[in-house]
């Protein structure tokens, strides 16, 4: 009787390091990427309603739009920061971590509402610039389990692209540099990183993840900088438009 | 503990295995799903902020 009850539990355990090292990602992180993807859809779907192009197959509402050039960054539109902890705003697309990556951005950090969701999974540090404003975006997301948003995120190299996507169109971003901190070097988020209390001049994006893998001693920060704005009505990005077959 | 569990489901041996292959996967549906996100979530907290 107790032999079997310990054995029970020991299956348990072993099933409970399965579930959180391999099975979760699969389930959580699936569920993020159609979550992300409906937004994107949706966001699609506006835009077009909004410019009249509803046709039929063949309509001008069919053909995806010719993807352009970058536009400065100064006209950019910066959306207002949401109020509502886990309430989603943005999209995450990163051609690194593989072409059908996408997920959500939602406000806020706390790790049950919003890190651990299973439809959000980014959350942007209240208080710290939102996409195309003079400043820091800072987001965080798990390396390791519920998803793992940012479970690639070591592999950013300079110059990869990381595309930030709003109802309004793209805020791309290069990636500059990795860095290793700990956990209490909160002005990683500063409107300039690393320099606390600098004036910003330039738009950075900050995104924070656990360091090691599966430990809590230290976080990871990549840093990368805006380099160019696609507004919706001109197209997505030729990067995005190729991987997305003109989803978007 | 099993064997009683065996033994308290009706029916011939196929009819008990398949009862218990149904009850098997009802746990494992049970815990992937709703008990161990709740223990990540209340035991295992897991922060990846950098914060004061």
């Not at chain 1, 699936?30 to 699609?44: D, H, K, M, V």
């Not at chain 1, 993840?209 to 805006?226: G, Q």
């Amino acid at each position: 009787m107790l032999g079997e009850a310990l054995v029970t539990l020991g299956v348990l355990v072993v099933l409970y390091i399965g579930w959180y090292a391999w099975l979760n990602d699969i389930i959580v992180g699936g569920e993020q990427t159609r979550a992300a993807t409906e937004l994107q859809q949706q966001w699609a779907e506006q835009s077009r309603d909004e410019r009249g192009e509803r046709g039929g197959p063949g309509g001008p509402g069919a053909v995806p739009a010719p993807a352009v050039e970058a536009l400065s960054i100064e006209l950019a539109p910066v959306l207002a920061e949401p109020s509502a902890t886990n309430e989603a705003f943005a999209t995450l697309l990163v051609p690194r971590f593989g072409a059908d990556y996408a997920r959500t951005i939602a406000q806020g950090i706390d790790v049950s509402a919003v890190l651990n969701s299973r439809r959000t999974g980014v959350g942007h540090y209240p208080g710290t610039q939102m996409p195309g404003a003079l400043g820091n975006f800072a987001i965080a997301a798990h390396r390791n389990a519920n998803g793992a948003p940012f479970g690639e995120l070591l592999d950013l190299r300079v110059g990869d692209r990381v595309y930030i996507e709003t109802a309004a169109g793209w805020y791309e971003y290069a990636f500059r540099g990795l860095e290793y901190v700990l956990p209490n070097e909160v002005d990683v988020i500063a409107p300039v990183p690393r320099a606390a209390g600098a004036e910003p001049e330039e738009r950075f994006l900050t995104m924070t993840t656990c360091n090691p893998r599966f430990s809590t001693a230290e976080r990871a920060i990549a840093y990368s900088v805006m380099t160019g704005w696609y507004p919706r009505e001109g197209g997505a990005p030729a990067e995005l438009s190729a991987m997305l077959g003109g989803k978007a | 503990m099993y064997a009683a569990l065996w033994r308290a489901i009706p029916g011939p041996v196929w009819v008990k295995v398949l009862i218990l292959v149904a009850l098997a996967a009802g746990i494992l549906w049970a815990l992937a799903y709703v008990v161990f996100p709740w223990i990540s979530n209340s035991v295992f907290p897991e922060d990846v902020t950098v914060r004061e």
